[in-house]
């Protein structure tokens, strides 16, 4: 792969705050005169949607096993990266994407217990060497997570639905996995305010950008 253009993930657990920091990244780079593309996982594709369907709202989903959920995902993120992502990369755009295989390694390797050589090997095989260049991890504590989804009176999909310890499996995996790449994962306090986190999220980015 040619890679000319730069490629940011953004990653953490559930109402973190991701889109909305993502929407706000993409308004400061287009002031800059960048055309940022955005994509969510699962999703990005026609083919990529029908299966974030299945996995988060359709009853056909609900008993899932581990090992299926993981290959789903897989599957949607192979097909962006071929359709989606790579073109753009190739053709020097920013991409930015809510969720890539991070979530896999934490969500279905840590928290669903799939042996982690396992989960690596299928996501080298679904995105080849396509990695993200920056990853932006927005941490937050499980009870502040729930607090906020009530507050928003959001309805919990399929896995939003998992328990307690689920979660701290996913917060605990995350953690690990910044510890173990601090060149690419930044963590960022998903605590503060929508502004501190936005300039700190904006101070990780800076430093990439040509």
């Known amino acids: 792969m040619s ?44 083919a990529g949607e029908a299966i974030r369907h299945l ?14 959920e993981l290959l789903l995902f ?5 097909q962006l990266v071929r359709e989606k992502i790579l073109p753009a990369l190739e053709a020097g755009r920013v991409v930015i994407c ?15 217990r799939i042996p982690s050589d396992d989960t690596a090997r299928i996501n080298s095989f679904a995105v080849g060497d396509c990695l993200p260049d920056v990853t932006i991890l927005l941490e937050l504590d499980h009870q502040t997570s ?3 989804m009530r507050v928003a009176n959001r309805k919990p999909d399929r896995i939003e639905r998992e328990s307690t310890e689920f979660f ?15 060149k690419r994962v ?15 999220v904006w101070t990780k980015i800076m430093t990439h950008l040509k």
């Open 168 to 182: 701290e499996a996913v917060r605990q995996g995350y953690l690990k996995l910044a510890k173990e790449n601090p």
């Open 3 to 46: 890679k000319k253009g730069l490629f940011i993930t953004f990653e953490g657990s559930e109402a973190c705050g991701k889109s909305t920091q993502i929407t706000l990244l993409a308004d400061k780079l287009r002031s800059l005169g960048f055309d940022p593309l955005l994509f969510r996982e699962p999703g990005g594709t026609p």
């Open 98 to 112: 809510d969720r890539f295989l991070d979530s896999t390694t934490v969500y279905q390797g840590v928290a669903r």
């Open 55 to 68: 996995l988060q709202h359709a009853p056909e989903g609900e008993a899932l096993t581990p090992e299926a």
């Open 74 to 78: 897989a599957a949607s993120r192979a």
């Open 186 to 200: 930044h963590q960022v306090d998903a605590s503060r305010s929508i502004e501190e986190i936005a300039g700190a």
């Open 146 to 148: 729930v607090t906020r």
